[in-house]
Structure formats: C-alpha cells, structure tokens
C-alpha cells in the first residue's frame, strides 16, 4: 500500500511536468532523492518513462478530433489537413529519435543526476525570461498547428534534441523553440503536445525492449506500481493541459522561467551541500 501511495505521488508529479515547461524527467529524478520505490532499478529506469503513456493518453483523449485523420465530421479537405499535421509531426520527431538512440545509454549514466538538472533549469528558466521579453508584443507567423510547415516542423524537432538533457523540459525546448520562429504559444504548445504522442511511445517501447532483454522480472508489486502511475498520470495530465491551454493565451510562460531558475538554485544548493 506504501508503495502504490508512492506510485500517486510519481503519477501526479508526471502529470503535471510532463505538459509544463518545467522537465517531468528533472522532477522525476529530484522526486527519486527523496522517495524511493521500492523495485528494482532496471524497472525503475523504465517506469520513469512508461509512465509518461497515461500521460500521452491524455493528449489523444483530449484533442482526438482534431488529430483524426478519419473523422466523419470533417471533409476531404479537412482530413488531408490532418494528415499532413500528422506527416509534420513526424518528421519532427526524426532529429531527436536518432540521437536518443545512439545515446541514450550514455545519457542515462553521465546526465541523470541532480548537478546536471538542477543546471539545465536554471539555464532554460533564463532562455524564457528572455525569450518572452523579446518577442512581447511580436506577431507570430504561425498563428495554428496547421499554419506549421515542414521546414519549421524540423527547427521545433531540433529544437527537441536539447529535451535529452535531463532538467530541460521535452515540453519547454519545443515551445520555446517554435516561439522563437515565429509560432504562437498556443500552436506551440498543441503542436508539443502532439510531437509527445510518437516521442514518448517510442522512447516507452525502446525502454521497455531493454527491460526485457535485460532478463530482469517484473513483480506483482512493481506491476502494480507502474499501473498506478499510469492511472494518474493520464488524470492529472487531463486537467493541467486544459489548464495550461486557458493560461497560455492570456499569459506568456515568464511565470514558468522564474520557477525554474528559483527550483534550479535550490536543487543545486542541496547537491553541493549534500
């Protein structure tokens, strides 16, 4: 039961992170140095990324209109405009699949660590500090996810690459990329949130592949656990992003830099001093 409460606790954590420019993976890690589940720690490198799914569900609940290429709502044209959001998504997401490929073991045991998160906050909570106070006022190009065309789908996936380094945010690179080319923040956002859908389910499948392969069982208990989070996950993850979307066209994401840069230097301080 302790640990199915602990599993909550993860599960809320994710949800909430994973949608805010703030890095669900830096708060998954910083959440490890005070809580530990207790599996074992091939399960735990992968629970840290299975449990973004129910997240992930969220986004496919929430927007499944708009990203169903087959809807009976919508007309030929309509559907040929969704398949072509789906088809730039996808390339968007080619940068940072090969690099998370070739390096993701070696990321795993030199990045994920407090020094290197509480580092990459403080850093990304400047960039949009900056970024928002110059482009206060700019008319952005890209005013929808549809008005996003190849060649700034590719800059946002680049973009996306940086998201790699624990403590950046998945979330806050691509937003704060694609505001830098001239995209909206709402587009921003919805056009992040769609790039998590193939991200996040490959990165869960490569993860879970290396899981297996490793020849390491997974328990009733760790199951259990990983469900939980899940479960959680995917209903925390429904409110915040409805909650982050009414936010975002009234408000710029300044608020979130300056979590960032006060969360980071506290972190930091704790792991020097530790």
Known sequence: MVELLKAVLFGIVEGVTEWLPISSTGHLILLN?????????????????????????????????????????????????????????????????????????????????????????????VAFLLVERRHQGHYAMAQDVYSIDYRTAVMIGLFQCLSLIPGTSRSGSTILGAILIGVSRPAAAE???????????????????????????????????????????????????KGLMEYIRKHSFSAFGVYRIVLGILVLGYFILK
């Not at 405009?81 to 996808?90: A, S």
């Not at 997401?93 to 580092?119: E, K, R």
């Not at 899940?230 to 409110?239: A, P, Q, R, T």
């Open 191 to 241: 056009f992040s949130f769609f790039m998590a859908i193939p991200t996040m389910v490959g990165a869960s499948l490569i993860k879970g592949a290396k899981f297996l392969l490793s020849g390491v069982g997974a328990t009733g208990p760790e199951i259990g656990v990983l469900i939980v989070g899940c479960v959680v996950s995917f209903i925390v993850s429904l409110l915040v992003i």
């Open 33 to 125: 140095e005070f809580i530990n589940l207790q599996i074992s720690d091939a399960f735990k490198s992968m629970f840290d990324v299975v449990i973004q799914l129910g997240a992930i569900l969220a986004v496919i609940v929430l927007f499944f209109h708009k990203l169903n290429p087959f809807s009976p709502r919508k007309d030929s044209a309509e559907k040929k405009q969704t398949l072509q959001l789906w088809f730039r998504v996808i390339v968007a997401i080619i940068p940072s699949g090969i690099v998370g490929i070739l390096f993701d073991d070696w990321m795993d045991a030199h990045l994920h660590n407090g020094i290197v998160v509480s580092i990459a906050l403080i850093v990304y909570g």
